[in-house]
Nanobody
Framework: QLVESGGGSVQAGGSLRLSCLASGFTLSNRCMGWFRQAPGKEREGIAAAGRDGAPIYLDSVRGRFTISRDNSNDLLYLQMDNLQPEDTAVYYC???????????????????WGHGTQVTVS
């Protein structure tokens, strides 16, 4: 399973770091992604990183959010800086078992999902 943590409430311009811990399997050879779902909106992919290849980002978060991995401890992180009210959402981590490289944010490719953590920016 995947378990997210680190969400909370911050003021605009603030920062949060989300964590995602895997248990029962390893992240090291898989693509991992962060998604979010704002109230009344579809869930969207915002960042993904595989063992191979460069991370990919949604345009609206590029330069503000950074995805990283600690493969030794099966952890995935999302550092979020300069948060804005439009970043308010439930954030999910997810695993694409298809291989070591991420190919995008197609949600059908991500087979294991966490339960989400709330981020509120005011």
């Amino acid at each position: 399973q995947l378990v997210e943590s680190g969400g909370g409430s911050v003021q605009a311009g603030g920062s949060l770091r989300l964590s995602c811990l895997a248990s029962g399997f390893t992240l090291s050879n898989r693509c991992m992604g962060w998604f979010r779902q704002a109230p009344g909106k579809e869930r969207e992919g915002i960042a993904a990183a595989g063992r191979d290849g460069a991370p990919i980002y949604l345009d609206s978060v590029r330069g503000r959010f950074t995805i990283s991995r600690d493969n030794s401890n099966d952890l995935l992180y999302l550092q979020m800086d300069n948060l804005q009210p439009e970043d308010t959402a439930v954030y999910y981590c997810a695993l694409d078992p298809g291989g070591p490289r991420c190919h995008g944010f197609a949600q059908r490719d991500y087979k294991i999902w966490g339960h989400g953590t709330q981020v509120t920016v005011s």
